[in-house]
């Protein structure tokens, strides 16, 4: 969902202040209204390395020249590598997987660390409290997240194995919710992981390479859009076959709760 320009302004001001040089004032933020959202447009930062006003006059646009890594996209991006690296690692391994100079990930982390998004420990850097707290209002869909739990659980108990919430995520599966039987599934099946899909659902050879099986049925609301899907994850060589009825009522079940 595209954040207000107004709000990234404020967060860029907050997290990078360039040395004590104030960001472009608002005039610099612009409505894209063919798209109905705002953003930031690339020749509107004065600030943006490689350009200068100099080049506006001669002439040049910021296309001309290589765009470089915003500092809002760039903290986001050490806070996605630290989720890859299970919620820790230090500042070569973010810089490195991030292909951010390292003191350019430094200044960013450590500005992340004193907003709470970020925390520190010696040379260590974990994902904060703050992060965690704005994570908690996330919902794919009004009250979707605190239904599937308790339906998630119900269905684990029922065909003791792990069971997720399955939504889709930037071309990917993102485990919104689980209740999770085995402590291995914690790795691959943890809330907020992601995993490949194929048509929607949870890709075949993933599966076939973990040694899993999942056993998928959509949840639907009334109108008939799908909101995402629920799923039990079995180990081979469990046998899929009973299992379809018990997580298609689950998925059902569901779905009339959120239309309630």
Not at 36 to 52: D, E, I, Y
Not at 130 to 145: E, I, V
Request: aromatic fraction near 6%; hydrophobic fraction near 40%; proline fraction near 7%.
């Amino acid at each position: 969902m595209p954040y207000p320009a107004q709000w990234i302004f404020a967060f860029c001001r907050n997290l990078f202040p360039f040395g004590g040089r104030t960001l472009p004032s608002p005039r610099f933020l612009t409505e894209d209204t063919d798209r109905g959202s705002s953003s930031l447009t690339p020749a509107a930062w004065p600030c943006q390395q490689g350009f200068r006003p100099a080049d506006r006059a001669r002439g040049l646009s910021v296309e001309t020249k290589r765009r470089a890594r915003s500092v809002l996209e760039g903290a986001f991006t050490l806070l996605d590598a630290l989720v890859r690296h299970q919620g820790e690692a230090g500042l070569t391994q973010l810089a490195n997987s991030c292909s951010i100079p390292k003191s350019t990930a430094y200044r960013l982390l450590e500005q992340l660390t004193a907003l709470e998004v970020v925390q520190r420990d010696e040379n260590r850097y974990r994902v904060g409290a703050q992060a965690f707290r704005l994570g908690q209002s996330w919902q794919p869909y009004p009250r979707l997240l605190d239904l599937a739990r308790g339906e998630l659980r119900r269905l684990a108990a029922a065909t003791r194995a792990s069971s997720v919430l399955a939504v889709p995520c930037d071309g990917r599966i993102l485990i919104a919710a689980a209740s999770l039987t085995r402590p291995e599934d914690g790795v691959l099946l943890r809330p907020g992981s992601t995993v490949p899909q194929r048509t929607g659902r949870i890709c075949p050879t993933w599966q076939a390479q973990h040694e899993l099986v999942a056993v998928e049925a959509s949840v639907r609301l009334p109108t008939g859009r799908t909101v995402g899907s629920i799923a039990t994850v079995l180990t081979l060589p469990q046998s899929p076959a009973t299992m379809s009825d018990t997580v298609a009522r689950a998925a059902r079940t569901l779905g009339a709760a959120l239309a309630s």
